[in-house]
């Protein structure tokens, strides 16, 4: 089974090409933060690049940003080809089926340093008075 699943922001915009038939690609880099500390006590990022192929690719190149949090669902993929100096080079990348929006550098927010800037919470104050119930009043 091929499965990958990441959560991660975006390293910079995405870019949106074309294929000579027309169809859309759309490719961005994840920081995702590694699970464990290191031994500094500092958690590490990997960078990685993901795919996303037709309508998918356009919606990902709207409406993410660089900064912008999102989801990835997809296959991990590693290619071959041949670099202008004649040389075999190879690329890993995520494949992605699904792509989540979780959050967009444009809708406002805090950043946290990384370069995310997290939506603010919407707050509601409300406050309810209880009032005192008559046991005789229950009905069990």
């Known amino acids: 089974m091929n499965k990958v699943i ?8 995405p870019e949106l090409t074309t294929t000579t038939s027309g169809i859309s690609v759309c490719r ?6 590694r699970r464990f500390t ?12 993901v795919v996303v192929w037709r309508n998918l690719a356009d919606n990902c190149h709207k409406f993410l940003k660089k900064g912008s949090k ?4 997809g296959t991990l993929q590693t290619r071959s080809y041949d670099a202008q100096d004649g040389s075999k080079r190879y690329t890993t990348e995520v494949v992605a ?15 946290d340093g990384t370069g995310y800037t997290a939506p603010k919470p919407a707050v ?4 309810a008075e209880l009032e005192e119930i008559d ?5 069990f």
Do not use: H, Q, Y
Request: hydrophobic fraction near 35%; charge should be negative.
């Open 6 to 13: 990441l959560i991660g922001n975006l390293t910079k915009d």
């Open 28 to 33: 961005f880099a994840l920081a995702v933060s």
């Open 38 to 49: 290191n031994s500094d006590g500092e958690r590490e990022t990997d960078f990685i690049n």
């Open 70 to 73: 999102a989801a990835v669902v």
């Open 97 to 111: 089926d699904e792509v989540e929006f979780i959050s967009s550098a444009r809708n406002g927010g805090e950043e």
């Open 124 to 127: 509601k104050k409300e406050t």
């Open 135 to 139: 046991d005789d009043s229950l009905p």
